[in-house]
Every structure is written in structure tokens, then in C-alpha cells.
């Protein structure tokens, strides 16, 4: 059974850091690409980064660029955020599709979520 874990969320302070992982089991992390995506209250599901665990390129969404690590170690995927900002809070979660950033399948296996809360 293919199943995507995350971990990592909580409550910060501006300015401050989190590091969100996503577990993966049930398939060959190396065929798909993994993305976070973010639901804050009230607003659209948001791609955040992704990347294409065949070659390892990355992508960001411009609000994140610069503060934002996107990186595999084995089947765990981490989203390293610093500097993180108030706009930044919601549910963060993982998802996987089969293929790479330049050429892939819709998304279609997803984590429960982690929230990550970012407020003085």
C-alpha cells in the first residue's frame, strides 16, 4: 500500500524554523515526484515546492523562494522552512506523482496533513 507520512509541524514564532518530513512507503520513491502543498483556513490548496526524486530537480513557489529547502535522504522527503512568516500558516501535505517536474502523472496518493502555525 502506498503511503505518504508527514511530520514535523507546530507552532513558531516569526522569524523562526520548522522542518517537515514526509515518510514514504509502498513504492519506489526514485519513478515520482514529491510536492508540498499548503491549505491555509479559508483559502485554495497551494502547490509550495517539489521535487523529481529520479534527477533531484526542485521547484518553489516565488512567495517561498530563498526560505524554503525542499530535499531527499532515502524515502523521506523534507521541507526545511526558515524565516517563516505569519502567511505561512496552514496544513502542509505531501503527495506524490508518477514521473518528473517536466513530464508527470496527476497527484494522487496524499499525507493526512501537519499544521504548522506561525504567530507571535
Known amino acids: 500500500q502506498e503511503q505518504l507520512v508527514e511530520s514535523g509541524g507546530g507552532l513558531v514564532q516569526p522569524g523562526g524554523s520548522l522542518r517537515l518530513s514526509c515518510a514514504t512507503s509502498?513504492?519506489?520513491?526514485?519513478?515520482?515526484?514529491i510536492a508540498w502543498f499548503r491549505q491555509a483556513p479559508g483559502k485554495e490548496r497551494e502547490g509550495v515546492s517539489d521535487?523529481?526524486?529520479?534527477?533531484?530537480d526542485t521547484h518553489y513557489q516565488d512567495s517561498v523562494k530563498g526560505r524554503f529547502t525542499i530535499s531527499r535522504d532515502r524515502n523521506t522527503v523534507y521541507l526545511q522552512m526558515n524565516n517563516l512568516k505569519p502567511e505561512d500558516t496552514g496544513v502542509y501535505y505531501c503527495?506524490?506523482?508518477?514521473?518528473?517536474?517536466?513530464?508527470?502523472?496527476?497527484?494522487?496518493?496524499w499525507g493526512q496533513g501537519t499544521q504548522v502555525t506561525v504567530s507571535s
Open positions: 521535487i523529481s526524486c529520479s534527477d533531484g
Open positions: 509502498g513504492f519506489v520513491l526514485d519513478y515520482y515526484v
Open positions: 503527495a506524490h506523482a508518477w514521473g518528473t517536474l517536466d513530464s508527470r502523472h496527476e497527484y494522487d496518493v
